[in-house]
């Protein structure tokens, strides 16, 4: 079980990046949250098995079809035992 937190910049915000990593998320059994922060980027964090949690992590670098991710930073984090994926 590992944790980590996600800042992705770039064209994130208005093209679902938050609905569809948190159907992604769903699906890897990944629990946590998504949001957008006011600066223009996303934030994410990814709790769970750490292959699961690493395809999200990767995921994040590509986003759905009409992002341009240009920066992804990744920290690690401590699970907090967290389940379900929540849009914020």
């Known amino acids: 079980m590992i944790a980590r937190r ?3 910049a770039g064209r ?4 679902f990046f938050r609905a569809t990593c948190a159907e ?4 890897e059994g990944v629990a946590g949250w998504v949001r957008n922060l006011p600066d ?4 994410a964090c990814f709790e769970g098995d750490a292959a699961a949690v ?3 992590v990767a ?10 991710v240009t920066a ?7 699970p907090t035992g967290a ?6």
Not at 59 to 68: S, T
């Open 6 to 8: 996600v800042l992705v």
């Open 12 to 15: 994130v915000q208005g093209v």
């Open 24 to 27: 992604r998320a769903e699906a």
């Open 40 to 43: 223009g980027r996303v934030e």
């Open 54 to 56: 690493e395809r999200m």
């Open 59 to 68: 995921w994040c670098g590509q986003g759905p079809p009409a992002a341009r």
């Open 72 to 78: 992804v930073e990744v920290h690690e984090a401590e």
């Open 83 to 88: 389940a379900g994926f929540e849009v914020r």
